[in-house]
């Protein structure tokens, strides 16, 4: 079930491969992408991943591992917290070249804080509750954040934060809705939490329903909706959201035993209230979706990448031949994006005009 060195040192060595593969014409007026594999000089297996924008980038995963690059890719520093091999930091939040706070699942939980670009870090949160176990976090600004975990005793877990993540608090249970016998999120990717303007936030959630949960004041209340992606096992559900503003997003998973199966995508156009399964899907599982520009989406899961340009309708499989990725990011606004995943994988993409 997805639950799933030396301090300060330089890698610099990319791959000179490169992957021209063309979208479709009908949809991209001619555009191409570029996946150009980068070497991250560690074996770690990435599903954290903060593309602050086209230089700097934050990524988190196994053995207590933390990358940054300030040169868009070029070098990878290993910043990773000391002492900290035994974690998984499944999520990762970068502000700027200098500022992260990092995300270790499990319990017990334990969130870090760096302010000088990796070089020391501080621990933040510390939750050490049986079955803690947080699936991901998402910031409004530099200062408001929300991260969600596992249900503890019986009812959802969420902690907010308003100094940057310097302080947590768990959010009262009063506006939650009540939970399903067996339903929980997904570290997937750590992207099962979508943030958007000031105070609008989306839970994806899997098991015995693959509900999304929708707040419009910072996680204080919640709409529980139900939507049509596969569900009701232990491994089966919503892995990851995004919206591309208030009305318009996407959910994607399925079910992590059993990868070639039916219903692992839908959309919304009305801000989550309603989902539509897609005209035309891969039926393959996806750990995370990220939205790119216009109505242009892409997938990423085990076996390949998946795209779609017309915001979550219709699905292509884009790349087959990639595997084992867990997160794909864009810069905002800008036509570079990053896609990490298992063994250390980084790949840098690029759409092409």
Known sequence: MVRHRPHGSHYDHEKLMTCFLPLFISLTFGQSISLVPLDSGVESSFRGLSVVNQKVVWL????????????????????????????????????????????????????????????????????????VFFDG???????????????????????????????????????????????????????????????????????????????????????????????????????SLAFKDRKVGIAVGGDYMNQSVENTMAYTLDGGLTWHLPDTQTNQYRECVAHYKREIFFAVGPTGIDISADNGRNWSIFNNEVKGLSAIAFAKGSNIGFSVGKGGQIYKIKVNH
């Open 137 to 239: 976090m998402s910031f409004w600004n530099k200062k408001d954040g929300i991260a969600f975990s596992d249900p503890i005793d019986g009812h959802h877990l969420l902690i907010r934060t308003g100094d940057g993540g310097e302080s947590w608090k768990e959010i009262p249970t009063d506006g939650f809705p009540h939970k399903l016998n067996l339903e929980f999120g997904f570290a997937a990717s750590g992207t099962g939490i979508p943030v958007f303007g000031k105070n609008h936030v989306w839970l994806g959630m899997g098991g015995d329903q693959s509900r999304v949960f929708k707040s419009e004041n910072g996680g204080l209340n919640w709409k529980a909706i139900e939507t049509p992606v596969i569900h009701g096992g232990q491994t089966t559900g919503i892995y």
């Open 60 to 131: 988190s995963g196994t053995g207590g591992t933390v990358l940054r690059t300030i040169n868009g890719g070029k070098t990878w520093e290993n910043v990773s917290v000391p002492q900290m091999e035994k974690t998984d930091f499944r999520d990762i939040q970068g502000f700027d070249k200098n500022t992260a706070i990092v995300m270790g699942i499990a319990s017990p939980a334990r969130f870090y804080k760096t302010t000088d670009g990796g070089q020391s870090w501080r621990m933040v949160h510390f939750d050490d509750r049986e079955g």
